[in-house]
Every structure is written in C-alpha cells, then in structure tokens.
C-alpha cells in the first residue's frame, strides 16, 4: 500500500520552528514526508529519521533531490542517529506523534478494526515484539491495567478479561475478531457515539507495543542536548496522554528557580534556558479540519531554547 499521509498543522508547524535559509531542522516522525516538504520550501535542510520502513521508502522518492538527510530509527533514539550522521546541533526539532494514516488503512499491519489484519501493531515491523506476542505475556491485571492507563478504557477490567479469555483458547486470530470482542463487552448503550466501541482499546494495545509514552519522554529529555541555543522544539499529540507529557516536558524545561515560594532570595540558582511560545495547544483550523478529519483531535506545542 502506497504511503499517503495527509499532513497536519504544516504552515503554524513551520512558522513555530521558525524555519529558513541556513536552518536545519530534524523532522523526528519523517513519515510520508509531508512535514519535511513543507520545511524545505522555506529554503531550511532537513534531517529525517522514522521507524517505519514503508514511510521512508515514500519520503525518499518523495524528497528526492532535496536537501535532506534520511534515516531509519525511531525519535526516542534522535541524539544517537544525529551523531551517527555527523550532526551536531539542529535549530529545530518536531514530533509529530501517533499513528498516521497509511498505518491505519493498511490491514496488514495490524491497526485497523475495520477490516481483519495480524495481531502485530509494531510501527516498525523489524524490530520489537508484534501484540500477538505481547498477548503470551500479558495477564489480565496487565491487560486491564494498560487499556485503564493508556486507552482511558471504563470498560478495562471486562475487556481485558475477555481478551485474556479468547487469547488462551486460541479463539483470537485477528484486528477484527478482537474488536469485536471488544464491542461485545461494553454494554451498547455505553457505546461511544462517534468512533468505534474498540478504539480506546486499539489505542492503548499500540501504544504499549511500541511504548509510545516512554520514546516521548526520551525525546523531551533528550531536547537540551538536540537544539541549539536559539534553537526551537515542537510536538503534535493526538491524544490527552501525550498532549500532556508534552505540555508538563516543556513546562520542565522552562521553570527557573525552584526554591520554595516563602524563601525571599533564590539560593538554587537554577535560571529558565527555555520559553514556553504556546501557552495553549495550537489546533486545526475549520479549511483543514474540512479537508482532513483526522486533524480534528491535533494539538501541537512548543518551546524555543533561550540564547
């Protein structure tokens, strides 16, 4: 399946990273390239890093001839591919989280509900372990415990019992008997109005397999040792889970002293080394939202590092 990602948020992304002649900015999620094109038009280079192998065979044919570098490893690992490419510090770093498009359409690699597809759900399907693997090692406390915090799930402990249930009797083969499992185990009336009763589930399972959470938060750690002074960081987040640690990661960032409030001198010395530039999420505007649905839920951040 070809790779086609409708990009997000791409003129207020490049107008907060600031992008120009001169600039280089690392696109960590590169996918389809949609971002990167947008970066490169503003006269900045680019240097491209992501973990599926299908999105960067898109964006190499797509970037061709540009000024772009490109490698496959995944954002959590940004500082390790820079210094293996021979890259000090960039002026602009961006995120942009979650799951795209094509990776959702494509049966195959295990996202979708709609249509029956491995139980795999890896964003790079060369490395880690599939869900079907996961599902071996994962009882149902776990189960229940992962789809509580990461999908936000108030049906948890059922499904999880339920799933646990299918997968030991072997009676689990695919994306599509799952959620249907899953559906079945929420009460109808319960069912959420606009999206799939198995969408918070898919969610939370995705981002366990491929510890989503964690990768961001090694990123966000990573930034003072990323951009350069000057320099800005920017992330867009599809869910509250990662709008959140993006939103606290940043605030970190930017806090100067931290004494305690009653103390009339600062005696840590700490000063801010980052400035927070969105103190709300920016997010699509009504012709994008017209053009791309799946914008609707987009929330992008950042933060520039102080000179």
């Known amino acids: 399946m070809k790779f086609v990602h409708h990009t997000v948020l791409s003129k207020e992304t490049v107008a907060l990273l600031a992008a120009g ?17 947008a970066l490169l038009d503003t006269g900045a280079r680019v240097v491209g890093i992501d973990q599926d192998p299908a999105a960067l065979e898109t964006a190499r044919s797509r970037l061709q001839g540009r000024d772009v570098v490109i490698a496959h490893g995944n954002f959590r690992d940004a500082r390790a591919v820079l210094d293996s490419l021979g890259v000090g510090e960039v002026d602009g770093a961006l995120v942009d989280l979650g799951v795209s498009s094509p990776q959702l359409d494509d049966p195959s690699r295990g996202f979708s509900f709609r249509e029956g597809g491995p139980l795999d759900m890896r964003m790079d399907p060369t490395r880690g372990r599939p869900l079907s693997e996961r599902l071996d090692e994962w009882d149902e406390k776990a189960l229940a415990r992962i789809l509580d915090s990461l999908g936000e799930e108030r049906f948890a402990r059922k499904i999880a019992r339920e799933i646990h249930r299918a997968w030991s009797q072997h009676k689990l083969a695919d994306t599509r008997e799952l959620a249907d499992l899953v559906a079945a185990a929420i009460p109808r009336k319960a069912w959420p109005p606009k999206i799939h009763p198995a969408t918070r589930t898919f969610q939370a399972l995705r981002i366990a397999v491929n510890d989503e959470l964690g990768a961001l938060s090694e990123w966000l750690v990573q930034l003072p040792r990323i951009v350069s002074r000057g320099g800005r960081a920017a992330a867009i987040s599809f869910h509250s889970l990662e709008d959140r640690l993006v939103k606290q990661g940043f605030a970190k960032l930017a806090t100067g002293c931290i004494c305690p409030p009653d103390l009339p001198v600062c005696a840590c010395g700490r000063t801010a080394q980052w400035k927070v530039l969105t103190r709300k999420p920016v997010e699509a505007a009504p012709d994008e939202l017209e053009r791309n649905p799946r914008a609707r839920s987009a929330r992008l951040r950042a933060v520039e590092r102080l000179s």
């Open 21 to 37: 002649p001169g600039k280089t900015i690392l696109d960590g999620t590169l996918g389809g390239g949609g971002h990167a094109l």
